[in-house]
């Protein structure tokens, strides 16, 4: 069965400093990995995903994010923070597009 | 294009009452999910389409109930409601191809009592 962790609930971050939030997922097979955000009140938004090619992945907003099959890990980072980037992050995992597996989310909040 | 919406934005059950939650989009997607979100917690799947007239069970269907009777629309059925069901629910539709994205509308709030 496939699952995603991401160890951080709450992460806070200075504004213009950089972020990285974590996620390890658990796949037998090559998986398709997502970077979703989702701002106060919104429904969810793509910001990456992964699913063959090139490991480093480059999204909207100024986000990227790493597979690393050895690690089993897909974080995401972004080199400097805007008080725009405070939301919920969550990463998910599937075998295909459809019946993906959420984490928890990680909530970043970004202080002045 | 609208997107996905979905109605209504937040609604108040009573135990044992039952509801429609609507969602529609208007991208021509085959793909069509409901997921709940509980605090603290991921989506959870609870059911979904691959085109009208075909849906299937997700992760945490029991409770609830689906139909798709065309691509655009994919109502969610609550029956005999219970506080469990209390959440936000987000509908999705993707294309079908492997690894598209599934687009997602701002939810429902529902809150049983």
């Known amino acids: 069965a496939q699952s995603v962790t991401q160890p951080d609930i709450h992460i806070t971050v200075s504004e213009g400093a950089s972020l990285e939030l974590r996620c390890n997922y658990s796949?037998?097979?090559?998986?398709?990995l997502f970077w979703y955000v989702q701002s106060p009140g919104q429904g969810l938004q793509l910001l990456l995903k992964y699913f063959s090619g090139d490991t480093l992945v480059q999204g909207i907003k100024g986000f990227e994010a790493e597979f690393k099959r050895s690690q089993s890990s897909f974080n995401l980072r972004k080199p400097s923070v805007h008080w725009s980037d405070a939301a919920e992050y969550f990463c998910?995992?599937?075998?295909?597009?459809?019946?993906?597996?959420f984490g928890a989310g990680t909530t970043v909040t970004v202080r002045a | 294009n609208a997107g996905v919406t979905q109605t209504p934005k937040f609604r108040i059950l009573k135990i044992g009452q039952s509801m429609t939650l609507q969602c529609a989009q208007d991208m021509n997607h085959n793909y069509m999910y409901w997921y709940r979100q509980d605090p603290g917690m991921g989506l959870k799947l609870i059911y979904y389409?691959?085109?009208?007239?075909?849906?299937d069970k997700g992760e945490v269907p029991n409770g609830y109930n689906v139909s798709r009777s065309t691509t655009e629309d994919f109502p969610l059925r609550l029956e005999l409601a219970a506080p469990s069901q209390t959440s936000v629910y987000f509908c999705?539709?993707?294309?079908?191809?492997?690894?598209?994205?599934?687009?997602f509308g701002p939810g429902t709030r529902l809150l049983v009592l």
């Open positions: 796949y037998g097979a090559t998986p398709y």
């Open positions: 998910a995992v599937g075998p295909n597009d459809y019946k993906l597996s």
């Open positions: 999705a539709s993707s294309y079908e191809q492997r690894g598209e994205t599934q687009y």
């Open positions: 389409s691959v085109g009208a007239g075909i849906t």
